[in-house]
């Protein structure tokens, strides 16, 4: 007799956790933006960090990937000769101070969408090796269509 009484409450308290999951997925929307943290705690610099190895003869760079925006890079001499770092392009030109052996300094400047060149300025060096290129913006690498493709689900 008392059997239907008790699915009805199971049913109702279903329903009742059917709604609290809708609005704990809602309340999850909100919490997500704590991801957001990380792109806070790269903006606590002067835009985004990037370091310049310079060496004898060679600069290399952190990442090879940047979009328009603000940039500091922190040069490092790691060489026995002096170096200093140049970047030059759409924005306009940068060039760090010159660094001993062992010094390091911090250029920031703010790249636009196309090519610029990163190199040394010091007499010679650009020629001997101290010279990259690199691409503000633009289309993205032929391997990151390779990433996606799992997600044919779209
Ligand atoms: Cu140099």
Redesign the pocket.
């Known amino acids: 007799m008392t059997t239907p009484h008790i699915r009805r409450r199971v049913l109702l308290g279903v329903a009742a956790g059917g709604l609290t999951a809708l609005l704990a997925a809602c309340g999850g929307g909100g919490n997500g933006s704590s991801s957001n943290d990380d792109s806070t705690s790269n903006s606590t610099g002067k835009g985004t960090q990037v370091t310049a190895e310079?060496s004898d003869?060679r600069i290399k760079l952190s990442t090879e990937k940047f979009q328009p925006g603000q940039y500091t890079f922190t040069a490092k001499n790691t060489?026995s000769?002096?170096?200093?770092l140049e970047i030059e392009g759409p924005g306009g030109e940068d060039r760090s101070k010159t660094l001993e052996p062992g010094q390091s300094t911090t250029l920031t400047v703010t790249l636009k969408s196309g090519s610029y060149e990163v190199y040394?300025p010091?007499d010679g060096?650009k020629d001997r090796g101290?010279e990259t290129d690199i691409t503000v913006g633009g289309a993205p690498a032929p391997s990151d269509d390779n990433d996606t493709s799992p997600g044919n689900g779209y």
């Open positions: 310079l003869f060489g000769h002096d170096h200093a040394c010091v060096h101290m």
